[in-house]
């Protein structure tokens, strides 16, 4: 088989034979900025999906809570998942050569890419994929046997810790780096310098409207928590398939749908309106929550720019596809900016 190196076959003899490849040797698709693998199988059963996961995430334990919670989602009427394929030791997944894989059904469909001239997805799909969330949020909720936890959203407690890292000497030591390894990525560390400086006349006022947030009580039970417009899959303006759920962990429902307007409305305060009345429409939120949704928002836009860069420049973590990131990289600083003109110039 084509990238041998990746053990394909011996991954696949795991499964039973009409999950094997027929036809042309399947070869990586480059996407996805998780650090996995996607191979697209035709096989007897159909397209499959084979995934390696990196070898950092999702540990075994992870994983197999992942699977067990998609599973039991579908069974309380949510369709719109990937279910794993079990290996013919009936487990989900194979551990092979220090990674995890996985194999599912190729769902059809095509991620929403942006229409119109400012990139942002049109009304209709972006009503369409927040109703989409919704109904896995209260597929979720149906299961009595899935973990909630009655408190402070841990998703806003987990970015103060970061942020207050980064504000007592992080922020510098990334800078630092920036400096000392800016040959590595030169087109990188070019865009770094806005984003450095947006985030010291942002981060006070983030901080602190996060913080005036941290402290309601809320229900976290599982989410998403990476769900983005290239995970939503559309046939016309019809969501037919949700993808990509290794970032999974216990959090409040408005993680999920900050992530995912910001992705497709960005800062369109029309769109935002229009999902967040198609998401209520399926499942209510709190007043809380509603609070809630734009502190996770400007909390991540705050803070994505800042993850990339330390990703590469201190983490050394390597990208199948630099242009996609720096396509990213220049969606946050387009936000991060907007994000600026709408609060106080402060200083971290």
């Known amino acids: 088989m084509a990238d041998n190196r990746y053990d394909l076959n011996v991954v696949l003899a795991e499964y039973p034979r009409d999950c ?13 900025f998780s650090g996995s693998k996607i191979w697209r199988l035709e096989t007897a059963r159909g397209p499959l999906c084979l995934r390696r996961w990196p070898i950092e995430h999702p540990t075994a334990s992870r994983l197999g809570w992942i699977h067990d919670l998609l599973a039991t989602t579908a069974k309380h009427g949510f369709a719109l998942v990937p279910l794993p394929i079990p290996a013919q030791s009936g487990e989900t997944f194979v551990d092979h050569g220090s990674h995890l894989w996985e194999l599912t059904p190729w769902l059809p469909g095509e991620p929403d890419r942006g229409r119109t001239p400012r990139g942002l997805t049109p009304a209709r799909r972006v009503q369409a994929a927040m109703m989409s969330l919704a109904e896995f949020h209260r597929a979720v909720t149906a299961i009595p046997e899935n973990e909630s936890i009655r408190g402070q959203a841990i998703g806003i407690l987990r970015r103060l810790v970061q942020l207050d890292r980064l504000q007592a000497g992080g922020f510098e030591q990334l800078r630092r780096a920036i400096e000392a390894n800016s040959w590595k ?44 417009r290239e995970h939503v899959l559309f046939s016309e303006n019809e969501v037919i398939g949700l993808i990509d759920f290794g970032a999974m962990q216990v959090d409040n429902v408005a993680c999920d749908i900050a992530r995912l307007m910001g992705s497709m409305a960005h800062d369109d305060d029309q769109l935002w309106q229009l999902g967040l009345s198609a998401y209520e429409s399926v499942h209510p939120l709190s007043a809380d929550e509603r609070v809630l949704v734009r502190a996770y928002d400007e909390s991540g836009v705050l803070l994505s720019g800042i993850n990339w860069l330390r990703w590469f420049f201190i983490e050394d973590r390597q990208f199948d596809n630099p242009v996609a990131v720096l396509k990213r990289f220049d969606e946050i600083t387009c936000r991060l900016a907007n994000l600026v003109s709408r609060k106080p110039r402060q200083t971290v």
Do not use: K, Y
């Open 185 to 228: 990525w030169q087109e990188l560390a070019e865009r770094s310098v806005a984003v450095l400086r947006d985030f010291t006349q942002a981060a006070e006022s983030v901080v602190g409207s996060a913080r005036a947030t941290s402290g309601a009580e809320v229900l976290n039970r599982p989410c998403i928590r990476d769900i983005h």
């Open 20 to 32: 094997r490849p027929i036809g042309a040797d399947p070869a990586p698709i480059v996407g996805g």
